[in-house]
C-alpha cells in the first residue's frame, strides 16, 4: 500500500508540473463572522469558526453581558471539534419549549444525553441505568421547593446503544411533557459507562452545505439526513500538527510550530518550470525512501518532556512495549474497559510478563501533574494491589504497564463462565485481600488514594487466585483537561454513591460505596443493576427486601450450592448493605471493614441504624424521606451545576 504522505508528496509534484492548478487555492476572504460579543467583549469560551456573534457566522450565537456565549438561555461550557456542551441547571419550572432552542439548523443534541422531564401524560422509555436513584433526588428537589410538578420522567434513547446519533425530538415531544428538569450526558465506552456529566447537554454541530469547504490542512467529515432542516452538512478539523478551526471561510489551518512551508514551496513552484521531468522523478524516488525511514520512526515515536526526564527508570520505550505485545495484536488483547484496552506482553530483554494498557486521550491538559501522580501512586507496593510498573506516553495515547495477573479479572469468574466458579473460601479470600488493600490506599500512605472505580471488573486475580485491586486512580484522568464548571462524575453505574452523583466529588466514602456493591456483587454472584423489561433491579435494594424480610442468606449465589459458612454469608452481606448506606455517615470505615471481616469487632445489631435504614439506593420510597434525602441535599444539587 502506498503511504499516505507520499502520496500526497507526489501529488504535490504533480501540481508543481502544472503550475496553474496551485494558484489561487489560498484566496484571502476576510472572516465575515466575528467572535466578538455585541458589548465588545471577547466571549469566554474561546469559541471559533463557524461558531460567532454576527449574522456572517454560520452557527450564530448569542451572549450574556458578561460575555458567556448562549443557546437559548442555557449557557455554553465548551465547543469542540465535534460538539458543544451547554449547561442545563436543575430547574423545576423550566417549560418544556425551552428545548426548541436546542434543536437548531446546525445543532441538535446527540444520542447521548438524557433528558430529565417533569408532568409528563406519556410513559417515556428512559434506559439510563439509575434511574430510579436519579429520580427521586431530582423529584424531592421539586418537591422542597414545594412545587405541583412532581413525577419526574426521564427521556433517553436506547441503553448501551450509542449509535443513535440524535435525541429523536418526535419522540421526546410525543410525551407531553409541561416541564423540562435537566439533562445528563453519559459518556460510554464499549458498553461501560464511565463518566456521567450531571446537568449539562451535549449537541453535535455542523455547517449546512452539500461540499466541503476545509482548509486543504483539514479532515473534512460529512453529514447527512441532519434534523431540523439540516439536510446535509460538514465539519472541518484541522490535521494533527495545525492548528485553527480548518475552514476556508474561518481561519483555515496554520502549522503548529513556525516552519517556513509556504517560502519553499514558492521557489519550488519555480524551479519545477525549469527541471525536467527526470529530475523530478528522481527527486519522488528519493522522498519515497525518506518517507519509509519516517514512516518507520514515526511508527515508533513518542512523546517526551524535559520534565519526564525526572521520572527515569518508570519511563518504558514505546518500540519494547510494541515488540512485548507483538504490534498490540489483536491476540494479546486480555480485554477492554472503559479506560481503554489491555494486552498481554512480554518485556524483551528481561522475560517479564506484563499487561499493557492503552488509555488514548486527546487533552494534553494536566498530563504532567496526571503523570506525576500515576507515578507516586505507582511507588505504592502492596499485596493486594496491581504493580504499576511504568507507562509510557505517544501522542495521543498513554500506556500503562502493569504487573500481569495470570488469573484474569474476577467478573470472569462470577458471571461468564459459570464452570469455573470460586468457591466460597476463595471469594471470602478475595473479599478481604481487595479490602486490605483498598485500606491501605485510604490509610496506608502519606497521601490518601481514593480508588473511585471499585467493581468486579476492576479486581485481578493473581496466581494463588488473591484478589488484587487494579486501575487505581486512572479515573482521575477523566478529571483533568475537563471544563472545572463541568460537574463530571466518573465510575461506573451502579457503583456510584448517590452523594457522588450529585455533587461529582469522589471521597474514601464513595469507595466504602462500591466496595459494599462489590461485596453484594461477590456474594450473590449478581450484577449491581439488572436491566428488567418493566424496571431495573438494584442488587442492593434486592438485597436490602431479602434482609428485611428476615431472609438474607436467599440472597448468595445460587452456583455456591450448600458449601459455604452461613455466618460468613451473613457477615458480607450485612456489611455489603453498611457499606453500601445511601448516607455515607452512616457507612463504615475500611479500617472498621477489615475489623469486621477478620473478626475483631463484633457487626452491630443489625436492627441498628446501621442497615434498617439503609434506605439503600432509594427505590425504597419509605427509606429516602428521611436522613439520605433531606432537603441540604436538594439544595446542594440546585448549586451544583453552577
Ligand atoms: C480562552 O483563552 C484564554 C487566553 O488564551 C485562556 O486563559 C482561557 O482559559 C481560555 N478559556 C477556555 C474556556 O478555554
Ligand atoms: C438570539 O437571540 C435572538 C433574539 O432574541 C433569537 O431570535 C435567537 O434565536 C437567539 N439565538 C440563539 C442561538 O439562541
Ligand atoms: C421559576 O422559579 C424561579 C425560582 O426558583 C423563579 O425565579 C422564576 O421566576 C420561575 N419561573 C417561572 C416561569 O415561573
Ligand atoms: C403536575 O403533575 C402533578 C401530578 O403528578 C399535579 O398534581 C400537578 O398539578 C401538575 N402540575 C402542573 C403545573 O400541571
Ligand atoms: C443501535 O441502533 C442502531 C440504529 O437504530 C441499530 O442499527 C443497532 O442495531 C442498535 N444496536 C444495539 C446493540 O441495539
Ligand atoms: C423518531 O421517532 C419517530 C416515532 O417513533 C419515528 O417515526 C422516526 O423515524 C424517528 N426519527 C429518527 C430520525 O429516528
Ligand atoms: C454490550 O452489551 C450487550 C447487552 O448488554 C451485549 O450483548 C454486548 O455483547 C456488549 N458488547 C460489548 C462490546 O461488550
Do not use: D, W
Given at each position: 500500500m502506498m503511504p499516505k504522505t507520499a502520496l500526497s508528496m507526489l501529488l504535490l509534484l504533480a501540481g508543481m508540473v502544472l503550475p496553474i492548478l496551485t494558484v489561487g487555492a489560498r484566496k484571502a476572504i476576510?472572516?465575515?463572522?466575528?467572535?466578538?460579543?455585541?458589548?465588545?467583549k471577547p466571549e469566554k469560551q474561546n469559541l471559533t469558526y463557524p461558531f460567532g456573534f454576527s449574522p456572517g457566522c454560520p452557527i450564530q450565537l448569542n451572549c450574556t453581558d458578561d460575555g458567556d456565549a448562549l443557546i437559548g438561555k442555557f449557557r455554553v461550557q465548551s465547543a469542540s471539534s465535534e460538539t458543544v456542551t451547554v449547561t442545563i441547571e436543575a430547574?423545576?419550572?423550566?417549560?418544556?419549549?425551552?428545548?426548541?432552542?436546542?434543536?437548531?439548523r446546525n445543532y441538535a443534541p446527540i444520542g447521548k444525553n438524557s433528558i430529565l422531564l417533569n408532568n409528563c401524560t406519556q410513559i417515556s422509555p428512559c434506559n439510563l441505568p439509575n434511574t430510579q436513584v436519579i429520580q427521586a433526588q431530582y423529584q424531592s428537589l421539586c418537591e422542597t421547593k414545594n412545587m405541583a410538578n412532581t413525577g419526574m420522567s426521564c427521556y433517553s434513547e436506547e441503553a448501551n446503544n450509542y449509535s443513535i446519533k440524535f435525541l429523536n425530538r418526535s419522540r421526546l415531544s410525543a410525551l407531553?411533557?409541561?416541564?423540562?428538569l435537566s439533562s445528563m450526558s453519559a459518556e460510554a465506552l464499549n458498553n461501560v459507562s464511565v463518566s456521567l456529566g450531571v446537568q449539562m447537554l451535549q449537541l453535535a454541530w455542523w455547517v449546512n452545505g452539500d461540499e466541503c469547504e476545509c482548509s486543504r490542512d483539514a479532515d473534512c467529515v460529512r453529514l447527512s439526513g441532519l434534523p431540523n432542516g439540516g439536510g446535509n452538512g460538514f465539519r472541518c478539523k484541522c490535521r494533527d500538527g495545525f492548528l485553527g478551526d480548518g475552514f476556508l471561510a474561518g481561519t483555515g489551518c496554520q502549522r503548529a510550530e513556525s516552519s517556513p512551508g509556504r517560502k519553499k514551496e514558492e521557489t519550488l513552484k519555480v524551479l519545477t518550470i525549469v527541471l525536467p521531468l527526470m529530475v523530478l522523478l528522481v527527486v519522488s524516488m528519493l522522498i519515497l525512501g525518506a518517507v519509509y525511514v519516517i514512516r518507520r520512526k514515526r511508527k515508533f515515536a513518542e512523546v517526551l518532556e524535559d520534565w519526564e526526564r525526572d521520572y527515569g527508570p518508570h519511563r518504558f520505550k514505546y518500540k519494547d512495549l510494541y515488540t512485548a505485545t507483538k504490534g498490540f495484536r489483536d491476540q494479546e488483547l486480555l480485554g477492554a474497559g472503559g479506560f481503554g484496552q489491555v494486552y498481554r506482553g512480554i518485556l524483551p530483554t528481561s522475560n517479564i510478563e506484563i499487561a499493557v494498557k492503552r488509555v488514548s486521550h486527546e487533552s494534553r491538559q494536566g498530563m504532567r501533574e496526571f503523570v506525576a501522580e500515576i507515578i507516586s501512586i505507582g511507588r505504592l507496593r502492596h499485596r493486594n494491589l496491581v504493580a504499576l510498573l511504568g507507562y509510557c506516553r505517544r501522542k495521543r495515547e498513554l500506556l500503562l504497564v502493569y504487573d500481569h495477573m495470570p488469573n484474569g479479572s474476577l467478573d470472569k469468574y462470577l458471571y461468564n463462565q459459570p464452570k469455573v466458579t470460586l468457591n466460597w473460601m476463595q471469594r471470602l479470600r478475595v473479599i478481604k485481600g481487595v479490602a486490605s488493600g483498598l485500606l491501605y490506599l485510604h490509610k496506608g500512605w502519606e497521601q490518601v488514594v481514593i480508588h473511585r472505580d471499585i467493581k468486579a471488573s476492576n479486581i485481578l486475580l493473581d496466581a494463588e487466585f488473591n484478589g488484587r485491586l487494579g486501575d487505581f486512580g486512572l479515573a482521575r484522568l477523566y478529571d483533568h483537561g475537563t471544563d472545572p464548571q463541568t460537574t463530571h462524575v466518573v465510575g461506573t453505574f451502579g457503583y456510584l454513591a448517590p452523594e457522588h452523583m450529585r455533587t461529582g466529588k469522589a471521597t474514601t466514602s464513595t469507595d466504602v460505596f462500591a466496595f459494599g456493591v462489590f461485596l453484594l456483587e461477590v456474594a450473590c454472584g449478581r450484577r449491581p443493576i439488572k436491566h428488567g423489561h418493566t424496571e431495573d433491579v438494584i442488587l442492593v435494594d434486592w438485597v436490602f427486601s431479602r434482609w428485611d424480610r428476615g431472609e438474607i442468606l436467599e440472597a448468595r449465589d445460587p452456583k455456591l450450592g450448600l458449601e459455604f459458612v452461613e455466618e460468613e454469608m451473613e457477615l458480607v452481606l450485612k456489611l455489603g448493605l453498611m457499606c453500601s448506606h445511601a448516607n455515607p455517615l452512616m457507612r463504615p470505615s475500611m479500617r472498621q471493614v477489615l475489623q469486621y471481616l477478620e473478626g475483631d469487632l463484633p457487626m452491630p445489631e443489625s436492627s441498628s441504624v446501621g442497615i434498617s435504614s439503609?434506605?439503600?439506593?432509594?427505590?425504597h420510597r419509605e427509606g429516602f424521606d428521611n436522613l439520605a434525602f433531606s432537603s441540604s441535599v436538594a439544595e446542594s444539587l440546585l448549586s451544583g451545576g453552577r
Open positions: 476576510p472572516p465575515p463572522c466575528s467572535q466578538i460579543c455585541h458589548n465588545g430547574q423545576c419550572n423550566r417549560s418544556f419549549e425551552a428545548i426548541a432552542n436546542l434543536y437548531g407531553g411533557c409541561k416541564f423540562f439503609a434506605g439503600s439506593t432509594v427505590a
